[in-house]
């Protein structure tokens, strides 16, 4: 029998920052916006290193209910320094994700491990499949992927 720990959603400033230390991830903004993703663990789907040899998707979205979804990524020195990304709608079937620096100052490390963050989705996104493009405010490279 697989027993899983239970969802916790964290909605308070203090709440996520204690998580992010908790995690050491270097910044914790003044709160959430309200479209931001709450932190979490990866999908235990989510195969950075998939065993036929093929490149890894990055970043991996899946469903959690109608209304919630999650993406599994990899810790990147471009998302140092920024708050939780942040989801908005770009049409009904276009999402937009994205990273905004808000600890110019914060002191990085250079590991890479997974995360995930849940997100509401934007009540404009009405369409399937959604496309979907994950930014960073310090980064040129754009990620893509899809959510069926």
């Given at each position: 029998m697989k027993v899983s720990a239970p969802r916790v959603r964290l909605t308070s400033a203090a709440a996520l920052c204690a998580l992010a230390?908790?995690?050491?991830?270097?910044?914790?903004?003044t709160g959430?916006?309200?479209?931001?993703g709450v932190f979490m663990a990866p999908s235990p789907n989510?195969?950075?290193y998939p065993s036929d040899g093929s490149p890894g998707v990055v970043p991996y979205f899946e469903w959690v209910d109608e209304?919630?979804?999650?993406?599994?990524t990899w810790n990147s020195r471009a998302q140092c320094g920024s708050g939780a990304p942040t989801v908005v709608a770009a049409s009904t079937t276009e999402l937009h994700i994205h990273y905004a620096i808000t600890d110019r100052d914060a002191v990085c490390e250079a590991s890479e491990r997974t995360l995930g963050y849940e997100f509401e989705l934007p009540e404009?996104?009405?369409?399937?499949?959604l496309q979907i493009t994950v930014t960073a405010e310090n980064m040129k490279h754009v990620d893509h992927g899809t959510l069926e």
């Open positions: 230390v908790a995690s050491t991830l270097a910044a914790c903004s959430p916006a309200q479209n931001a989510f195969d950075p209304t919630h979804f999650t993406m599994s404009d996104a009405t369409g399937r499949p």
